[in-house]
């Protein structure tokens, strides 16, 4: 049977052959290619750590505006709550003020009214003693002549007289 | 990934296929010319002229499967066409090159050599006497032509450096960035070696060792054997499916599993863990089983890749020589088969495309699991036990 005889040349060719094929892809080849395979793997899982970890941080970063933002919000309106207390007190500070003047100037009024009021009647007072005498005067003129009608009506003038 | 491989497959066929058909006519028309040639030699040297007459399918199909020291491409208005290739003898410490051109394709004697034709030497060149009669008494030379077999190893190796030299360029040339042209091409096969192969045989600590190696022989084997699917000059010869390349590739893996073997291996081999003490003592038979095991594993890797490729040749011209088999009745009836031989032929080759690639995956994967065995730490013995036996 050639077809399973072993040749010395073939064998010898072929373990030479393979054997520098083996040294020269194991150097120049395998190493490398392997080198750069597993070089080329992690620095793809590096790249895709790093976009997991900036996904993260994007989603942390927007946590965080979130956030902010609700702060931000509160904060105005407190600062809103704020002003309309301010604005409501200033109006009722405004209008105790004001009616306190009111008040002040009614009463001013009030107290001039009774002083006219106290100087219109001793005004009239003295006009009406006035036109009295005038009247006593001429009904004296007339009833002088009569002592005793003169006395009653003295008297009775008297008590006419008091008015107040 | 073998999905991947698959695809990548599919579309190597794709090409193969186109290839094959325009391949199988030129096959045809080889096989045709080796009839008339057959028998127009042996028309003169035998006397029975209707015997001679006859295609020997046989002897056709040994001739393209064993070595040679001229490589034959077609025959030419009855002469055969052929490369000659150089002679190199050691005889008795004499260094000898010719060129085998000068034997006139085994017809003549040259300097007192010449191709013996038949008998327990055949093909092979023996010494000749003065008359030119074979010389019996004298040694056969030692033969170190390069023979076609050789030549169509240089050419495979010289494929295979062109390749991953360049595709090695290529990775420290562009770091770090997507696999590009011919880097497209071996890194799906690369990465099949690593992770499906290396990685799980061997185990993540100490796979990196036998990269180098693994990945060698599962290219060489692979490219070698799609080399040998195409019909004509370049390819075409049964390299991987020579006893003494696979012999080689199975020593290599034999020495490194024996070299980087460590304690609790060996002392799986003398003294195996499991087993009751009386296969041991007196009669050692588990140690002389190991030991055999020992031996028969590169046996079988050896036989495993001769016997597959070769197979594959032998049906194919089988399929082939059909036609002329057929031919020899009646041309008619020669032509009448030819589609269904050539419809066959091209379902082998399709076949051999896909024996190609799980022959070279069969031989890295079970080097590696061999490697596995050295390197394994047996932790505990019992749960690990034995490993998968092929």
């Known amino acids: 049977m050639e077809l399973v005889k072993v040749d010395i040349g073939l064998l ?6 393979f054997g520098i094929l083996l040294f020269i892809l194991g150097k120049y080849a395998w190493k490398p290619i392997m080198k750069m395979l597993h070089e080329r793997e992690e620095s793809i899982d590096k790249a895709l750590n790093a976009a997991e970890d900036a996904k993260k941080e994007m989603l942390k970063l927007k946590a965080g505006n979130e956030q902010l933002l609700l702060e931000a ?28 003047e009111a008040n002040r100037i009614i009463e001013n009024a009030r107290e001039s009214i009774q002083y006219e009021k106290l100087a219109a009647i001793n005004d009239l007072k003295n006009q009406i003693a006035s036109i009295s005498i005038e009247i006593a005067e001429k009904l004296l003129g007339q009833e002088l002549s009569n002592k005793e009608k003169q006395k009653e009506l003295t008297e009775k003038l008297l008590k006419e007289v008091k008015i107040n | 990934m073998i999905r991947k491989l698959l695809k990548n497959l599919k579309l190597t066929s794709a090409f193969f296929g186109v290839f094959l058909t325009l391949a199988l006519s030129v096959q045809a028309t080889e096989v045709d010319t080796l009839m008339h040639r057959d028998s127009a030699t042996s028309a003169e040297k035998v006397d029975s002229a209707a015997s001679a007459q006859e ?5 056709m199909i040994i001739e393209h499967i064993i070595d040679s020291h001229e490589w034959h491409i077609c025959n030419w208005h009855g002469e055969p066409v052929s490369i000659p290739l150089p002679v190199i003898l050691l005889d008795e410490g004499k260094l000898v090159v010719f060129s085998s051109g000068h034997f006139k394709h085994g017809e003549e004697a040259y300097q007192g050599y010449k191709l013996e034709e038949d008998g ?10 003065e008359d030119g009669t074979i010389n019996e008494e004298a040694k056969v030379p030692l033969d170190f032509s390069i023979t076609k077999a050789v030549l169509s190893l240089f050419i495979g190796v010289a494929l295979i450096l062109i390749i991953f030299l360049s595709a090695a360029k290529r990775y420290t040339a562009n770091p770090n960035r997507a696999p590009k042209g011919i880097q497209s091409v071996v890194e799906p096969l690369i990465l099949f070696v690593r992770d499906d192969i290396a990685i799980p045989a061997i185990g993540k600590a100490k796979y990196m060792k036998y990269m180098p190696y693994l990945l060698t022989i599962f290219f060489f084997i692979f490219i070698n054997n799609l080399l040998g699917l195409i019909p004509f000059f370049p390819g075409g010869v049964n390299l991987t499916g020579n006893l003494a390349i696979t012999m080689v590739m199975a020593i290599f893996t034999f020495l490194i599993t024996t070299f980087s073997g460590n304690r609790s291996y060996w002392v799986h081999i003398v003294n195996t863990p499991g087993v009751p003490w009386w296969l041991k003592i007196p009669i050692p038979l588990m140690p002389i089983v190991e030991i055999i095991g020992l ?15 070769t197979a594959g040749h032998i049906i194919l011209l089988g399929f082939m020589s059909l036609i002329f088999i ?5 041309a008619w009836i020669g032509f009448a088969v030819s589609p269904v031989s050539i419809l066959f032929g091209v379902f082998m080759s399709l076949l051999e495309l896909l024996v190609a690639f799980i022959q070279a995956y069969v031989f890295a994967l079970l080097s590696a699991i061999y490697f596995g065995m050295a390197v394994e730490e047996h932790h505990n013995e019992h749960a690990e036990g034995h490993e998968i036996q092929h």
């Open chain 2, 55 to 59: 295609f020997n399918a046989g002897e």
């Open chain 1, 12 to 17: 010898f060719w072929m373990t030479l052959t």
């Open chain 2, 120 to 129: 327990p030497n055949k093909g092979k060149i023996v010494k000749v006497k």
């Open chain 2, 326 to 330: 057929f031919g020899g009745m009646a």
């Open chain 2, 295 to 309: 031996i028969t594993k590169p046996f079988v890797l050896m036989v495993r890749l001769f016997a597959n490729i």
């Open chain 1, 73 to 100: 919000k509160e904060e105005r309106d407190a600062l809103l709550r704020d002003a309309r207390k301010v604005k409501e007190s200033i109006i009722e500070e405004a209008r105790a003020k004001a009616n306190e």
